[in-house]
């Protein structure tokens, strides 16, 4: 990413091939906005793997398979989830009511977990399926007010899904959850 201010490695899977989010230049602005890269394990390193229409993006996760799983604003300022399979093509799915988006991981499979606030900027979370059903994490005793929530930190091989998630006095608890 020559000439990028900025470089963010976030994943690296068994096989060495690592993901994360470098800062690009829009036009000739001075602004600039993360997108992804891929470093392959010979240390070919790809920029650009964002979906058409991508304004920005930031990747979440890279599995064994390679497999990355993140989130991005396209053009008009919505927010989306993706799967980008080893071959490129990509797999976009939204969650109903996401205001924009916090996180994305997943497991070695393509389960995939991820935190979003929604209009009131109440935090929830949800665990996605690799056949494409979506479950939403709302932890027991998690708060219902501004940035108070479920915020899911990782899930494992099993599904079971790690987190934090803040109360009415906004203090944080740890959980896990398994379906």
Request: no cysteine; hydrophobic share 35%.
């Amino acid at each position: 990413m020559p000439g990028s201010p900025g470089i963010d490695p976030v994943s690296i899977n068994p096989a060495g091939e690592i993901t994360g989010n470098y800062l690009a230049e829009l036009g000739t602005s001075g602004q600039f906005v993360p997108h992804r890269f891929l470093r392959a394990a010979d240390g070919t390193i790809t920029t650009n793997v964002d979906p058409a229409n991508t304004f920005s993006s930031n990747p979440g996760a890279i599995n064994p398979n390679g497999t990355i799983a993140g989130y991005y604003e396209d053009i008009s300022g919505a927010w989306h989830f993706f799967l980008r399979n080893k071959h490129g093509v990509f797999t976009t799915f939204d969650i109903p009511g996401t205001r924009q988006i916090f996180s994305a991981t997943f497991n070695q499979g393509e389960t995939v977990t991820g935190t979003y606030p929604d209009a009131s900027f109440v935090i929830h979370s949800f665990l996605r399926t690799a056949h494409g059903a979506i479950t939403t994490i709302d932890a027991p005793g998690a708060g219902t007010s501004f940035f108070q929530g479920t915020f899911v930190n990782s899930i494992n091989p099993a599904g079971t899904i790690t987190g934090h998630y803040t109360e009415a006095k906004y203090m944080a608890h740890g959980f896990v959850w398994s379906k």
